[in-house]
């Protein structure tokens, strides 16, 4: 006989410990009540889909070859790099707004002691408030996919591309996400956790940016004879740290790396004295990098949590 | 001896150590034993639902500590599975229907049991209700949904922080009701809070009473309004009255507003021939002289004196209650 205990047991279904969260259910429902959740991803598909037509009509005037045809390939990939940056711009901008008001919000509502009193694990809140959040961006991102994939009718993007793209835009959105859980639930005031979520990113966003510019910069001034390999090490692993920090860095490098040298995996550097060493491509550093952040923010929020009102 | 339901020991709350401090609880020790409706009386701001919050680990106590069935929630939370609550009014998620609003408060604590569920909707009477979303709920019915809450996960102690806030007259007695049915038809026990003190009064066995922090005085109702007989006359003039009487017994003005031509002697029911004789003697018209039961409003402002102001008077809330 079916009991409800093997039923559980034979359940195939992997999401259904996601979907017996109460506040990831509660949350997925509230989000997606009404015409606004609608309404924001039709926004974000008109704007992605009007730059990159607006980038198809400049690109396809920009990048006549010598015999007066369009370069597929280049226009290809200009085209899937541009869809990418917004797409990059748009989750940065948007999985702040969905997070850093999710634990503040229940106190400005008055709910919050509604869900202590149950004794709801901590990390269930915090699990059910991300996943619910990040379940909408990660919809964004694959609803852009068609758009993105516009760069294979001229060549030039490799299916590849797109899965590291995607890989990378999804570290972003849990990261960032995970910020704003953190400030959501370090103050009462959702107000002032967009505040301080978006400062916070602004700050790894122009910090990171300006590192890999100025490692770049000393890099290439770099004179051979004066150099030492040990100076040039130093400097290449903290140009790595800034591009792997940033995610429009890390995907412009690894396109790089892609077009150029064809590993998708690793690259090859060459030093000034000739010698050449294997590193990782930026995607991997980039996503490993800020799952395993993204996991000690996590914790860090639950923590926090667990803390009783003084 | 059972263990008591809530034991309190020396429970304080500072708020604002380093500066300003205030002390919004002030070593406070109680009892609530199994069974019992306990209310928990107090002024607004007098520490009610902060002792609520530390009770229930929503809130760190400053010094002592409050044990829920033995055991100290600091050290062992799941004790909190035995207790259901209703803190400071019933907050749902106004968008989800009142069967969802259960719904997440049932999976938060494990598990939901809509057999269950549907059993307390009967209860509180909001069957048909539950498939309205809860933001076209009225406050009454938002507490209602409260309790039922409250109760979805069969707990032995309830606690219910101002259950009647904001409720009609009709929603009061239904309420009360409810407390009751809880008490005495299913064996829980009930820690009540509430400044409708008559509400209190007819559904509470023992009492506590908390000012600027401290417990004034706590005991059994009866025994509380028991202590003194008293009488109370209706008269011409107040003043004449009280001047012929107030040689042989004390007298009072009724604190009943606007009902300024009775007084209160502290007399028993022997004494109103004699009581009546004198004021007829003295020329004072007497319209009415009965023996009164001290209620626990009357009670509650010679405890509390100047210091309580009612927040939301409704009939109900008001008034002594003669015994013919």
């Known amino acids: ?310 | 001896m059972a263990t008591p339901v809530i034991e309190t020991e020396g429970l304080t709350k500072i708020f604002g150590r380093l500066r300003n401090p205030k002390l919004a609880v002030d070593h406070i020790h109680f009892r609530v034993e199994p069974g019992q409706v306990y209310g928990f009386l107090g002024p607004n701001g007098a520490g009610k639902s902060t002792t609520i919050r530390m009770m229930l680990n929503l809130m760190h106590a400053s010094d002592g500590k409050a044990l829920i069935f033995g055991e100290d929630p600091r050290q062992k939370p799941e004790i909190l599975f035995r207790v259901g609550s209703l803190v400071e009014g019933a907050t749902f998620y106004p968008y989800l229907r009142g069967w969802d609003n259960l719904k997440v408060v049932g999976n938060s604590r494990g598990g939901f049991d809509a057999t269950r569920a549907k059993q307390l909707l009967q209860f509180v009477g909001l069957v048909g209700s539950e498939r309205v979303r809860v933001k076209a709920y009225s406050t009454g019915m938002k507490q209602r949904l409260g309790i039922a809450a409250a109760l979805l996960n069969n707990p032995d102690l309830v606690i219910l922080d101002e259950p009647t806030n904001g409720m009609d007259p009709a929603g009061i007695r239904e309420m009360r009701q409810f407390i009751r049915d809880l008490a005495y038809k299913y064996g829980k026990t009930v820690f009540l809070t509430s400044h409708l003190l008559s509400e209190v009064q007819q559904t509470s066995d023992r009492v506590a009473i908390i000012n600027k922090g401290k417990i004034v005085v706590e005991g059994l109702i009866e025994e509380l309004l028991n202590q003194e007989e008293q009488l109370e006359a209706e008269v011409g003039s107040i003043e004449k009255a009280k001047t012929a009487l107030q040689e042989r017994w004390q007298v009072a003005a009724s604190t009943v507003p606007n009902e300024h031509n009775k007084l209160r002697i502290k007399a028993s029911r022997n004494d109103t021939p004699s009581i009546v004789r004198r004021l007829v003697e003295q020329n004072v018209d007497v319209f009415s002289i009965a023996p009164v039961r001290q209620s626990l409003e009357d009670y509650f402002l010679e405890v509390i004196g100047d210091d309580f102001v009612q927040p939301n008077s409704s009939p109900l809330s008001i008034g002594g209650t003669p015994h013919a």
């Not at chain 1, 849990?174 to 859980?181: A, R, S």
């Not at chain 1, 030492?228 to 800034?242: K, N």
């Not at chain 1, 000034?272 to 800020?290: K, V």
Request: charged share 10%.
């Open chain 1, 1 to 310: 006989m079916e009991t409800p205990a093997n039923r559980s047991r034979i359940s195939l279904n992997p999401l259904r410990p996601l979907l017996r969260n109460p506040v990831a259910l509660k949350e997925l429902r509230g989000r997606m009540r009404g015409p606004r959740a609608f309404v924001v991803l039709t926004c974000y598909l008109i704007v992605v889909g009007g730059f990159t037509t607006l980038l198809y009509i400049a690109g396809t005037a920009a990048t006549y070859n010598t015999t007066g045809e369009v370069d597929g390939g280049t226009l290809g990939r200009v085209l899937f790099g541009s869809v990418v940056a917004i797409e990059l711009f748009l989750v940065t901008f948007i999985t702040p707004a969905f997070t850093a008001g999710s634990i503040s919000g229940e106190h400005e509502s008055q709910t919050y002691d509604l869900l202590r009193t149950t004794l709801l694990p901590e990390r269930q809140l915090v699990f059910g408030k991300l996943f619910s959040a990040l379940a909408y961006v990660f919809l964004l991102l694959l609803a852009a996919i068609p758009l993105q994939s516009i760069a294979f009718l001229f060549g030039g993007v490799d299916v590849e591309e797109i899965v590291i793209s995607l890989l990378v835009l999804l570290a972003t959105a849990i990261f960032l996400g995970n910020i704003g859980v953190y400030y959501s639930a370090m103050t009462h005031r959702t107000l002032r956790a967009n505040i301080m979520t978006y400062v916070t990113i602004l700050a790894v966003i122009l910090v990171t940016t300006a590192g890999a510019v100025i490692a770049l910069a000393i890099v290439e001034g770099l004179d051979p004879s004066t150099s030492s390999s040990g100076s040039e090490w130093v400097l290449l692993v903290a140009r790595g740290i800034f591009v792997c920090l940033n995610p429009l860095t890390t995907l412009l490098s690894t396109q790089q790396y892609l077009v150029n040298q064809q590993t998708l995996f690793t690259f090859k550097y060459t030093f000034t004295d000739g010698t050449t060493t294997t590193l990782p491509s930026p995607w991997i550093a980039f996503t490993i990098f800020y799952l395993l952040l993204s996991v000690a923010v996590f914790f860090a929020t639950t923590r926090h949590l667990k803390r009783i009102e003084g």
